[in-house]
């Protein structure tokens, strides 16, 4: 497909680690920040998706069930690759996702894709 889209959003979440050893396995927060890419043809509009209904999708599908959780309520292990890999899920009925990646720090982040 000869174009992306990549939209940019941010959660605040708590999370412990429970297969990890060090200060990880602590409750501790982080401010994430989310790219989600869909890819595909140009639509009769010479769009691959409006950018709003990009917003509203991810906004009910993901931020609004994540934002301001405890992860650890959601997930055995709440790993970034693990949150990354069910946003991925999540979106795939109703997107076509080709990316996701979450930044569990400004300079660390996961990437999934299918």
Known sequence: MPFSVTKEFTFAAAHALTKYHGKCE?????????????????TSD?????FIELKTIVQEKVIN?????????????????????????QLKPVLP??????????????????
């Open 26 to 42: 602590n409750m501790h927060g982080h401010n994430y920040r989310l790219a989600v890419t869909v890819t595909g043809p140009l």
């Open 97 to 114: 996702v080709s990316t996701v990646m979450v930044w569990e720090t400004d300079t660390t982040a996961v990437t999934y894709q299918e």
């Open 46 to 50: 010479d769009l691959v998706i409006d």
């Open 65 to 89: 069930l994540l934002d301001h959780t405890n992860l650890n309520d959601r997930f055995p292990n709440p790993t970034c690759e693990l949150v990354a890999q069910w946003i991925f899920q």
